[in-house]
């Protein structure tokens, strides 16, 4: 991070669908001077030219590596998680449908 942090005389283009959170890291970061770039969808593909620094939400890091990309620091991690009334998974054809979704989703998270 000493690096990014130096003197610009242009200000650091930071890219994310996170737009406080970036401005969060930057200052808490002392990056200097800064510029949010809001991205939605493939924010990767603005790094170099359209931007220094991406914050992406990444779930396997190959994408990153396919982009010839590289993580600098971790800000959070995260679990994924299937939220649903009670009420619905209770009710027998409702927690039928649940069940099924929930297993759909088990198998494609374990084909990652």
């Given at each position: 991070?000493?690096?990014?942090?130096?003197e610009?005389?242009?200000?650091?283009?930071?890219a994310?669908?996170y737009?406080?959170?970036?401005?969060?890291?930057?200052?808490?970061?002392?990056l200097?001077?800064y510029r949010?770039?809001?991205?939605?969808?493939?924010?990767e593909?603005?790094?170099?030219?359209?931007?220094?620094?991406?914050?992406?939400?990444?779930?396997t890091g190959?994408?990153?590596?396919r982009?010839n990309?590289?993580?600098?620091?971790?800000l959070?991690?995260?679990t994924?998680?299937?939220?649903?009334?009670?009420?619905g998974?209770?009710?027998?054809d409702?927690?039928a449908r649940?069940?099924?979704?929930t297993?759909?989703?088990?198998?494609?998270?374990?084909?990652?």
């Amino acid at each position: 991070m000493k690096q990014l942090n130096a003197e610009r005389s242009v200000p650091l283009r930071l890219a994310s669908e996170y737009i406080n959170i970036a401005d969060k890291y930057a200052r808490d970061n002392h990056l200097g001077m800064y510029r949010i770039i809001p991205t939605w969808g493939a924010s990767e593909a603005f790094l170099p030219e359209d931007a220094d620094l991406l914050i992406e939400n990444a779930q396997t890091g190959r994408t990153i590596a396919r982009h010839n990309l590289k993580v600098i620091d971790t800000l959070f991690e995260s679990t994924a998680c299937l939220i649903g009334s009670a009420n619905g998974v209770f009710n027998a054809d409702k927690g039928a449908r649940i069940k099924s979704i929930t297993e759909t989703l088990r198998a494609a998270v374990e084909d990652i």
